[in-house]
């Protein structure tokens, strides 16, 4: 089993739906959660960061952790075009006092309009 | 905002030849990572540094090493490049402590013919 799983999709949408992104892990020492997004041929960008449980919203992006069920999920409102990219989750542990995080391998995502 | 900047887009190398990838962030980051992606593999960390004159192998390091002369600038070289060194290659800066995400740069398309 893969510390981090993340189904590549592609996921495609209409303009305007609600979009939901999710990743499982196996680590259960995972503190801090992340959700990158790549668009072609571009380095990822970093969306959202979240520390432990719980909700975190910016506009129109939601990150919702869930220890106990060791899921992390990325929720976009009212999808755009301009969201069609690839989304990434990263999540990390303290080992010594660093952080090296482990990537899920990235969904695509495809609004159209 | 923090900027990473690699020096080229785009690469195309002969097999056996030496390849310098530059790296140079602008925020006085500790923290300094080299990954490739290929399709279906998602980020593989190849090396990173946390300090001047500072290396640690990631998970793929054969065929590659590192050089961090000085803060700002990381340096992968490929000491005699090879076809299946043929990938997207980014780097990542981050500041030391809590895990508060990467910042990437653009990437660098090396094709090994």
């Known amino acids: 089993q893969k510390e981090v799983e993340q189904d590549p999709g592609p996921l495609s949408v209409p303009e305007g739906a609600i979009v939901s992104l999710n990743c499982t892990y196996s680590?259960?020492?995972?503190?801090?959660f992340m959700w990158y997004r790549q668009y072609s041929r571009k380095g990822p960008e970093l969306l959202m960061y979240?520390?432990?449980?719980g909700n975190k919203e910016d506009g129109r992006f939601t990150a919702q952790v869930d220890k106990s069920s060791k899921y992390i999920s990325l929720f976009i409102r009212d999808s755009q075009p301009s969201d069609s990219a690839t989304y990434l989750c990263?999540?990390?542990?303290?080992?010594?006092?660093?952080?090296?995080?482990?990537f899920g391998r990235g969904t695509s995502l495809i609004v159209h309009p | 905002d923090v900027k990473v900047t690699q020096s080229s887009r785009y690469l195309v190398k002969r097999t056996g030849e030496k390849v310098f990838l530059e790296c140079v962030q602008d925020?006085?980051?500790?923290?300094m990572f080299w990954y490739r992606q290929d399709p279906g593999l998602g980020l593989r960390l190849i090396y990173f540094?946390?300090?001047?004159?500072?290396?640690e192998k990631g998970d793929i390091p054969e065929g590659y090493s590192v050089s961090r002369e000085k803060k700002e600038r990381f340096s992968l070289i490929l000491e005699s490049a090879s076809t299946n060194q043929t990938s997207m290659y980014l780097c990542?800066?981050?500041?030391?402590?809590?895990?508060?995400?990467?910042?990437f740069g653009s990437g660098t398309r090396l094709t090994v013919v």
């Open positions: 990542a800066s981050s500041p030391p402590g809590e895990d508060g995400g990467y910042t």
């Open positions: 680590n259960s020492a995972f503190q801090y």
């Open positions: 979240t520390y432990s449980s």
């Open positions: 990263a999540m990390s542990a303290s080992s010594g006092g660093s952080y090296i995080p482990t």
């Open positions: 925020m006085d980051h500790e923290n």
């Open positions: 540094s946390y300090d001047v004159k500072m290396k």
